[in-house]
T-cell receptor, first 111, second 114 residues
Framework: GEDVEQSLFLSVREGDSSVINCTYT??????LYWYKQEPGAGLQLLTY?????DMKQDQRLTVLLNKKDKHLSLRIADTQTGDSAIYFC???????????FGKGTKLSVKP | KAGVTQTPRYLIKTRGQQVTLSCSPI?????VSWYQQTPGQGLQFLFE???????NKGNFPGRFSGRQFSNSRSEMNVSTLELGDSALYLC?????????????FGPGTRLTVL
């Protein structure tokens, strides 16, 4: 099947860490991505992880991948009000390249 | 380099009309993909064009069509518009269609069907 699931909302306080979770069902997914969408804007690629990796760190962002459970997470350290946005988890299959997205998690950061 | 541009940014149509949306990819990018974003269905893949050929298609009715020109610019057309076609239509470009090529998204065209 081709289904990517995310919780819809997350609220954190400024300075805390945010953890956004995602599950996917297609074990053949090659790459897994996190995109950010701010109001009125398109999608911005934040980071991605290849399916043979467990973890990837990029400044304040840490991606963890558990292939056995088909679980992907994005941790944002020291969350700022500018991080308020909708975060989408996405996967691609083999050589097709088209992205399959989750419904998005709306992150609200309270000062 | 300029980013992906989409025109128009906003569009209002009535049921039964048709509409054409345009996407100009980043210079040098030969692949253009289209996605539909709605509150109910989320982001769904419409189709991808590479070198003027459709290489992949999502699960949308034939009313949705597209094309790509020799300069890699792409248009998508929706005929006989329905209320449910109201959505944000996003275009994304990438250099090629190899395993991993980052897709860069435009700001989208907001289509409202009345």
């Amino acid at each position: 099947g081709e289904d990517v699931e995310q919780s819809l909302f997350l609220s954190v306080r400024e300075g805390d860490s945010s953890v956004i979770n995602c599950t996917y069902t297609d074990s053949s997914s090659t790459y897994l991505y996190w995109y950010k969408q701010e109001p009125g804007a398109g999608l911005q690629l934040l980071t991605y992880i290849f399916s043979n990796m467990d973890m990837k760190q990029d400044q304040r962002l840490t991606v963890l991948l558990n292939k056995k459970d088909k679980h992907l997470s994005l941790r944002i350290a020291d969350t700022q009000t500018g991080d308020s946005a909708i975060y989408f988890c996405a996967e691609t299959h083999g050589g097709q390249g088209n992205l399959i997205f989750g419904k998005g998690t709306k992150l609200s950061v309270k000062p | 380099k300029a980013g992906v541009t989409q025109t128009p940014r906003y569009l209002i149509k009535t049921r039964g009309q048709q509409v054409t949306l345009s996407c100009s990819p980043i210079s040098g990018h030969r692949s253009v993909s289209w996605y539909q974003q709605t509150p109910g269905q989320g982001l769904q893949f419409l189709f991808e064009y590479f070198s003027e050929t459709q290489r992949n298609k999502g699960n949308f009715p034939g009313r949705f069509s597209g094309r790509q020109f020799s300069n890699s610019r792409s248009e998508m057309n929706v005929s006989t518009l329905e209320l449910g076609d109201s959505a944000l239509y996003l275009c994304a470009s990438r250099e090629t269609v190899y395993y991993y090529n980052e897709q860069f998204f435009g700001p989208g065209t907001r289509l409202t069907v009345l």
